[in-house]
């Protein structure tokens, strides 16, 4: 397994809402199979700089791209660009520790911050703005980012979408945990949601009906004794977002004219797409291929191949049909290749050194009550990793 960052595990690790420690137990699984001694870990390797896709196609037998989508997809309105406007791409990892997005400054220093989206990834945002960040204490969340909130003037926080809520792509479970946040309070408007049952017909699918469910329930228990407040504006599509020379509003239209929020943060998660590999083709932010084959001996799993939707679970089958497709290609084996002779830096991290990193992280966590204490930068992760 090749790894651009000095760290595996994905998503899971620069991904996952910290505040949702359950979804990261995933990460035993793949222990167990890094466990494996045909399983080798090279991480700190960049495909395209030391080394090529080609390289690769010709010393292995199936050479499998799951790189996810990387890049937050743009709304394409006026004042896009203004400082204050940024992608859930950047913020995610920003207070996930990602060594690439450490230096990331979202201004907090406004009362009113708006996310554009109607998925989980703007709900896990739109949640880590409104928490009271004390909560984030037991958490991995990166030590930057706590910090950060903790002088936060922010309390209202907006979520946006442009449909309404019978077509909202939250899953159920996270719009059930809501009315859970102690120190929240979570909004919507209990005739949009009234409405969207009557659009959405006698006969809704399962995923539909259990999102309108749990919507009801939130529209009907509302709290408003707490000082920090989730919106939730449906049927909203950002026009143009307002400011000089920063973020200072954002105009709507609505089905009952324009609407402008005074906000000094907007974050848009709207979609992702696939950052290219050279010898990749690629075309609308995805990888070109047939059922996972793109080529030869190339395959291609997951977001990358089927763009940015499902879940951890809709990974996992995925990942299952495209090894019995490739299994089914593997007809005469290559001559033993190994990519080790193609390599020349010196900092590779291995699996040896991952769990030298891994079992630091665990121990600097511990004696204050969180999972791990990230390391941020390459240097430190790579010191901790031996080099």
């Known amino acids: 397994m090749i790894e651009r960052l000095p760290t595996p595990w994905g998503l899971v690790r620069s991904g996952v809402a910290p505040d949702h420690p359950k979804i990261k137990t995933v990460a035993k699984v793949f222990e167990k199979i890094a466990a494996d001694p045909n399983f080798r870990l090279f991480a700190n390797v960049e495909i395209g700089n030391q080394l090529t896709v080609a390289q690769l196609q ?7 791209i799951a790189t996810g989508s990387a890049l937050g997809k743009t709304l394409g309105i006026p004042g896009e660009n203004l400082p204050g406007s940024m992608s859930a791409a950047d913020f995610v990892p920003w207070y996930n ?25 703007a709900m896990d945002v739109a949640r880590m703005l409104a928490l009271e960040p004390s909560e984030l204490d037991p958490t991995d969340t990166a030590d930057h980012a706590i910090a950060a909130l903790k002088t936060s003037s922010v309390r ?3 979520i946006s979408a442009r449909r309404g809520p019978e077509h909202a792509a939250f899953t159920s479970p996270e719009l059930r945990e809501l009315p859970k946040l102690e120190h929240t309070n979570v909004v919507m408007n209990k005739a949009d949601i009234d409405a969207a049952i009557v659009r959405a017909g006698d006969a809704p699918e399962k995923d539909v009906k259990s999102n309108l469910d749990a919507m009801l329930l939130i529209a009907e228990s509302q709290k408003n004794e707490h000082e920090r407040t989730m919106h939730f504006l449906f049927q909203h599509t950002p026009k143009e977002i307002l400011g000089t020379d920063k973020v200072e509003g954002i105009v709507y239209s609505t089905p009952n004219g324009d609407v402008t929020i005074k906000c000094g943060l907007v974050v848009t998660a709207i979609g992702y797409q696939a950052a290219d590999i050279d010898g990749v083709p690629y075309q609308n932010g995805k990888v ?11 395959y291609v799993v997951g977001w990358a191949k089927r763009g ?15 090894v019995e497709l490739m299994v089914s290609d593997l007809k005469t084996p290559k001559l033993a290749g190994d990519i080790a002779e193609l390599l020349t830096i010196a900092s590779v991290i291995d699996q040896m050194a991952w769990q030298k990193i ?20 390459r240097e430190e992760l790579l010191r901790l990793g031996g080099h």
């Open 156 to 158: 209202d926080v907006y």
């Open 288 to 298: 070109v291929n047939i059922d996972g084959r793109v080529k030869e001996n190339l």
């Open 308 to 322: 940015p939707s499902g879940v951890i679970g809709t990974n996992k089958s995925d990942a299952a049909a495209v």
């Open 358 to 377: 891994n079992e630091a992280e665990v121990a600097a966590g511990e004696p204050l009550g969180k999972p791990r204490k990230k390391a941020v930068l």
């Open 58 to 64: 010709e010393k292995y037998d199936a050479v499998v």
């Open 97 to 121: 520790a990602h060594p690439d997005f450490a230096t990331i400054n979202p201004p907090l220093d406004c009362e009113t911050a708006v996310v554009i989206g109607a998925g989980n990834v």
